[in-house]
């Protein structure tokens, strides 16, 4: 009886961290198990926090394909830690960037509503769509987070994008990263997730 008990008493429910993105973290043409999320998933496991992840990240997703997918996926996992990784696809389509921040607003509320905290995963867009233009994309994110009181990662390919050479880091499409890029992907996001975690 005493080890049932034992066991009752410290096996805590593992938290549940979701991660709702686009082609970057849904491993788009790298191995399965390779991109960002799966190496966050062994990081956890390394480090004994008790938490697993789902990945509902789609490739091609935008911030309206996510808001219309998030009521469902926070009903269904109940996450404690929300981390989303869209935007890049609304900037690449010339998507409003009124709407862009409209949607994540949109959703870091519903997923605090939820009981979860929000890490929001920040891009910059290549220099070619002008100036102005990339200045207000990468402006949006932090407005989000800083009026929602959500956690930001400011530049998701940070050290991989703005690294020397970086299109050795990237596919041939010069959008999608390498498997090589991904172990500094996590390296940049984990902080953060930790934080918001434990």
Do not use: C
């Amino acid at each position: 009886m005493g080890a049932v008990f034992f066991t009752q008493v410290h096996a805590a429910e593992p938290k549940t961290i979701l991660v709702v993105g686009d082609s970057l973290s849904a491993e788009y043409g790298i191995a399965r198990g390779s991109g960002w999320v799966a190496l966050l998933e062994k990081k956890l496991a390394a480090e004994k926090i008790a938490a697993k992840v789902v990945n509902a990240s789609i490739s091609g997703d935008t911030t309206a394909g996510g808001r219309a997918r998030l009521p469902a996926l926070l009903k269904t996992h109940q996450p404690a830690v929300v981390v989303i990784e869209l935007g890049g696809n609304d900037a690449l389509r010339g998507l409003s960037l009124e709407m862009t921040e409209a949607n994540l607003a949109a959703m870091t509320q519903a997923s605090s509503q939820a009981g979860a905290k929000v890490l929001l995963a920040g891009m910059q867009m290549p220099p070619n769509y002008g100036a102005d233009y990339g200045r207000r994309f990468q402006d949006l994110f932090a407005q989000v987070a800083k009026a929602n009181k959500a956690a930001l990662v400011p530049f998701f390919l940070k050290g991989v994008a703005d690294r020397p050479n970086a299109l050795e880091w990237f596919q041939a499409d010069r959008i999608h990263p390498t498997a090589e890029a991904h172990p500094t992907i996590l390296a940049t996001m984990w902080p953060e997730i930790r934080k918001l975690i434990q």
